[in-house]
């Protein structure tokens, strides 16, 4: 079969009904995947359709021809006939080839959206930061990243769905708003850390860190402890407390408290030294705020692990 430059085999879509082996000249296939941005070409001795014919599914591929081409075209009562005339397992094993393909197709997706968040956050916490704003127009924020990552729109659609659907952006009227300025730049050093040395980052707490924060910013709402210099302070007596009432019987000590003041999350009323007892300091300290952010990125970062690669 000849299908002469600028002719199309045929589209996505259509019924897949037969196979195609180009014997000469390029095919140029394009999905709406891709946003016929990054389009896929089939040289001589490319197979074309052996997964969508053998699973009898749609076209994933509009095939044009970039030059004059000679298509050998197979049909699917000829591979059938074919494959009777073989052992009985041999179609089994296409089929289970099939389905192999098509989860490294999907791996390579969601491969494809991990690395292309750590771009589009990248290039939104630079924007917000070069014009103090809170926002970017979600036309400039696709370009940006595709200009950097080849990631398609519709990728860079599901991904900031995913990010609104956690709270941390909204999309509105063609614009991308940051529903809190910190956090955007946190997530984004926080994927960096982790891909750069290979180990999770500083702002992953453990549960037994989040929980004590978590009694922190209880107290310091209830008993709505004002701010100095942007720190709020808990007495010790008081953490103790609540710690033991809301931390499902974990008892407060030093040697718990000692992960956060090593980070710096909180500070004692003196120089603090882990093999002291608890009551040797008379309160602890901390940057509100910052604790709020922080809370919010541990709340968020496991979600969208789990988003990521479901």
Sequence with gaps: MIVNAGEF???????????????????????????????????????????????SEPREQTLRAAEKS?????????????????????????????????IANENKKKNQLVQALPTLLYIFSAHLKKTGGDSIPLEELQKSVFAQNNTPKDEIQHLLELLQDLGLLKIQDNVVHAESLQIVPMLYETLKYRALNQKVSPNILSMTEQMVLTVFVKLIRENKVPEQNGLCSVSTELLRTEAKKSMHGLTLTTRTISPLVQKKLLEPSSTFDIHAPLESYNFFYTDFEKILDLLELNRIFPLLDKKLVM
């Design 70 to 102: 000679e298509i050998l075209v197979i049909s699917q009562e000829s591979l059938q006939e074919t494959l009777k005339t073989k052992p009985h397992w041999i179609k089994s094993i296409l089929s289970f080839l099939t389905s192999r393909a098509k």
């Design 9 to 55: 085999l045929c589209l996505e879509g259509d019924k897949a009904s037969t196979l195609y082996v180009v014997q000469s000249g390029t095919l140029v296939g394009i999905s709406k995947d891709t946003h016929d941005e990054i389009p896929e070409n089939f040289g001589p001795g490319s197979i074309i359709g052996e997964f969508s014919l053998l699973e």
